[in-house]
């Protein structure tokens, strides 16, 4: 701790931030962004250590890479480091009057409202809804066949996400216009958007159209509700019912921005993060087979999932946070310096986009050994090299902004995992893919095909 303490002190003779080299007139390092961010960030992080600057188009940007760096981006009051400059290009998706869009306290007051919804006992039910969720959908496979994988692991979690998180009046409308909506609301999160969300592309008026049509579907369930007087468990009933520390309730817009808002942290990233963990484990055989001895030693006597049983399987849950580390959904979580903020020999400027990566942070070779290899045991003891540092691992973010739906998140991975590898054996039908940096949330490039089998073997599920 006093070392870091050294490094958030400016020293009385501060130098340049390096800056990395290649940059273009006006354009700065875009085009090497653009083609493959983090190989341009791995370079700069090689070449110059855990501070420098580059510039996309006219914009300066600072990478903070390594724990100590992290941990003074992580710790930095939101009056320094703030996150609702950057993420202004959420407003179009979530609304008015929500998140990135209100005051920090508003803000902290909305996401209040979520607690509720993750505390154990939603969890246990939660639990139970992914079991069932996903056993619909092994169900609906057939005996052998051919599926694409990201749009499989986006439709199981829309099912699971809308009916724990919003309500099974929503889930059952998933057929009927609202995952198409939802879809187009996801392809508006891009990096085109990022810098510029306003822009009539196609991409954002098809963003926008569904937008009006997701306010619609959830306008005429809260409206369904008032008229029947029905009580329904679940966080869009509670929701309606709140009311901020003034005593004001919430308007049917702001239920809606918050419902979307916690929607896409329960379900965008983890179909995502799903893709790619099935993805590692199709090429490891070996581990997918202490997947299903685990299950069955847990699950063969009472043949029903619980929140409990997902709890002790920690080898999907190794393969999990390892797919985090190798393939993190948000490769760049990034803030805007507003007041000049030192780190060691340096000042980083007001005004400048200070960024973290997750993509460069997780395979520095000091923290993680042989860091391109997939190996989900590097968690486990004695190993746990997540531990030799509580920002090892960023791929939920940290801080104030650390992903609340975290464990929701990793809970429902685990769970689509169990089963579909219970149920089936699993092989790449179109090699393994490169990322697709094209969009915000990071999955694989497409075609991204698998094929599958039932097993003949007995499952651990009734």
Not at 235 to 257: C, K, Q, W
Not at 339 to 351: E, F, I, N, R
Request: glycine fraction near 8%.
């Amino acid at each position: 701790m006093v070392q870091l303490r050294s490094k958030l002190t400016s020293s009385p003779e501060q130098r340049s931030i390096p800056e990395l080299d290649g940059g273009a007139p006006l354009i700065g390092h875009l085009l090497d962004f653009q083609r493959d961010p983090v190989a341009m960030l791995s370079r700069g992080r090689r070449q110059l250590g855990e501070l420098f600057q580059f510039r996309l188009g006219p914009r300066p940007f600072v990478l903070f890479s390594g724990p100590e760096a992290h941990d003074a981006y992580f710790s930095a009051p939101e009056d320094q480091l703030n996150a609702k400059a950057v993420y202004q290009f959420t407003v179009p998706i979530f609304g008015r009057g929500v998140a990135y869009d209100v005051a920090p306290q508003i803000m902290a007051e909305q996401l209040g409202f979520l607690y509720p919804a993750l505390r154990e006992a939603a969890m246990q039910r939660f639990a139970r809804i992914m079991f069932e969720e996903v056993s619909l959908f092994a169900d609906s496979l057939g005996e052998e066949g051919e599926f694409d994988l990201p749009a499989a692991m986006n439709e199981l979690t829309v099912n699971i996400a809308s009916r724990c998180l919003i309500g099974q009046e929503v889930r059952d409308q998933v057929d009927s216009g609202f995952a198409d909506a939802y879809h187009d609301l996801q392809k508006g999160i891009n990096t085109l958007g990022f810098f510029f969300p306003r822009l009539p592309t196609p991409a954002h008026r098809s963003r926008d159209r569904a937008r009006r049509q997701v306010a619609d579907i959830f306008g005429q369930v809260m409206a369904a509700r008032r008229r029947s007087g029905t009580h329904h468990d679940d966080f869009m009933r509670s929701l309606m019912d709140a009311s901020y520390s003034d005593g004001r309730a919430l308007s049917d817009e702001e239920v809606t921005g918050i419902l979307l808002t916690v929607l896409f942290a329960g379900q965008h990233t983890s179909a995502v993060l799903a893709t790619w963990t099935g993805l590692e484990l199709m090429r490891t055989p070996d581990y997918v087979e202490r997947v299903r001895d685990e299950s069955h030693a847990i699950y063969g006597e009472s043949g029903l999932m619980s929140l409990e049983g997902l709890k002790q399987q920690v080898t999907i849950e190794h393969a999990v946070r390892e797919c985090e580390r190798l393939h993190p959904p948000l490769i760049m979580l990034i803030r805007k310096v507003l007041q000049p903020m030192p780190y060691g020999d340096y000042v980083v400027p007001a005004g400048t986009l200070a960024m973290v990566s997750p993509a460069v942070a997780h395979r520095l070779p000091e923290l993680f050994a042989d860091p391109d290899r997939f190996n989900p045991d590097r968690f486990a003891p004695p190993a746990r090299e997540d531990k030799q540092h509580h920002y090892s691992l960023i791929g939920f973010g940290g801080g104030a902004h650390r992903c609340m739906g975290k464990h929701f998140a990793e809970t429902q991975i685990q769970a689509i995992w169990t089963v579909l590898l219970d149920r089936f054996d699993f092989s790449l039908a179109t090699g393994f893919p490169s990322p697709n940096y094209g969009s915000w949330v990071t999955g694989p490039q497409t075609p991204c095909r698998v094929r599958y089998r039932r097993r003949s073997q007995e499952s651990a599920f009734r």
